[in-house]
């Protein structure tokens, strides 16, 4: 652990709860290795707090910055003073700035996903992505499919009100070629997904299933990518079924590691230290 002296500036997760959060341990890490005057802390904020914790720490001047995670993404949002377009297409900021006596919010979550897609030598606009999941991380997810130039999104959910409420949200903002259909539509996509992107908790360690079963494995064709945002059990389910079918695989860690790797840059203006963040975070699960 760093010293924390009088100069010591901070930087923090506020969610609820947060006490599961990685970001504590790989930024840290970071602030370790990078040697700068920093520490970052969780934040437990409730719902019902959140507009007096956002003015209460624009008052501590050591605060120059805090992620927002579950449930604040979306709520923080009027209680900035500046937010930047990726944040604005997608209705969520999960990182913010101190500039003088304003909060500045960004999204790096998108960013943070297409770390590994773009080091993948694709014809993106031949591609059709299909994402499993209608929620917050899929925004983000969608979001960087257009910013690939995907031909066609297809974002499949099981609650049709929230689809539809989806669809509209994100084609408010986005120029692209989205389509939303039910769950069991799935199937009749894979045959044509050059990437299947899992933004649901199926797989977790405290929910150990597989969105795609093995059968339906072999309905995607050779060549594509299985990208699964869950980052504990690794691999997860989906993930081995998608090796075993011989697809490339993308795990959640890269995401959450490049997603804390920008918004690190985006504080302090330093590159970040990539590897020892991707170290303290195999720590933390209990992989070396
Ligand atoms: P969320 O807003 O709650 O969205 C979850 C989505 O999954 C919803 O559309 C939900 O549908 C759907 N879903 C849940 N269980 C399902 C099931 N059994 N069958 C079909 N659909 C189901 O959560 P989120 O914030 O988007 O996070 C989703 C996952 O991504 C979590 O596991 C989270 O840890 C992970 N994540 C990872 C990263 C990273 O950096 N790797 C970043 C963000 C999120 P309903 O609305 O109908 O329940």
């Known amino acids: 652990m760093q010293q924390v002296r009088g100069t010591t500036k901070i930087l923090g997760v506020m969610g609820s709860p947060v006490t599961h959060s990685l970001s504590p341990v790989m930024h840290n890490a970071a602030i370790a290795a990078l040697g700068v005057d920093y520490i970052y802390v969780p934040l437990p904020v409730a719902i019902a707090d959140l507009a007096t914790a956002v003015n209460g720490l624009k008052a501590i001047e050591a ?7 579950i449930p604040h ?34 999204n790096t979550d998108i960013a943070g996903f297409l770390v590994p897609l773009l080091k993948l030598e694709r014809n993106w606009q031949n591609t059709e992505a299909l994402v499993l999941g209608c929620g917050g991380a899929a925004k983000a997810v969608v979001a960087a499919c257009a910013q690939l130039g995907c031909a066609v999104v297809h ?18 903002h986005l120029n692209i070629d989205l389509r939303a259909r039910d769950w069991s539509d799935s199937i009749d996509l894979l045959g044509i997904a050059g990437i299947v992107i899992n933004t ?19 309905l995607i064709p050779p060549g594509a990518i299985a990208y699964d945002l869950v980052y504990t059990p690794r691999p ?4 081995r079924l998608a090796a075993a079918r011989g697809l490339a695989t993308i795990d959640g860690l890269e995401m959450l590691l490049h997603q804390g790797a920008i918004a690190l840059e985006f504080w302090l203006g330093w590159q970040a230290p990539i590897e020892v963040m991707h170290q303290a975070l195999l720590d933390a699960i209990g992989l070396k």
């Open 236 to 239: 997860t389910q989906f993930l």
């Open 73 to 106: 993404k979306q709520e923080i949002i009027p209680w900035l003073d500046e937010i930047s377009d990726t944040a604005r297409a997608i209705g969520a900021v999960n990182t913010v700035k101190r500039e003088g006596d304003r909060w500045i919010g960004t």
């Open 155 to 172: 974002v499949v959910g099981r609650d049709r009100a929230k689809l539809e409420c989806f669809q509209q949200e994100i084609s408010t």
């Open 200 to 218: 649901t908790p199926i797989g977790m360690a405290s929910n150990p299933d597989t969105p795609i079963s093995s059968t339906q494995m072999q």
């Open 63 to 69: 605060v120059q910055g805090f992620n927002l995670t």
